[in-house]
């Protein structure tokens, strides 16, 4: 599996163990904002989820909503 480069499917995983392994993260990205400082804390959640074996689900939008292209 691994010299193939095999990777499980999430949904797949999901579906078979009744466990997303996703954690949500709202990040609201101000005008005034430090944005590298801001992804450096970003970083730290996603390297720290996936050690444990959880993925990230990045939301920016303050609803949670991904913006709508017009």
């Known amino acids: 599996m691994r010299s193939l480069g095999y ?3 999430a949904g797949a995983r999901a579906l078979a163990t009744t466990r ?3 954690i ?4 609201q990205f101000l005008p005034d904002e430090f944005a590298p400082a801001m992804l450096q804390y970003m970083l730290g959640v996603s ?3 996936r050690e444990h ?7 920016t939008d303050a609803t ?5 292209a017009a």
């Open 7 to 9: 990777t499980p499917n």
């Open 20 to 22: 997303t392994m996703v």
């Open 24 to 27: 949500g993260l709202l990040a």
């Open 47 to 49: 390297d720290t989820a």
């Open 53 to 59: 074996g959880y993925d990230i689900l990045l939301a």
């Open 64 to 68: 949670g909503r991904a913006p709508c």
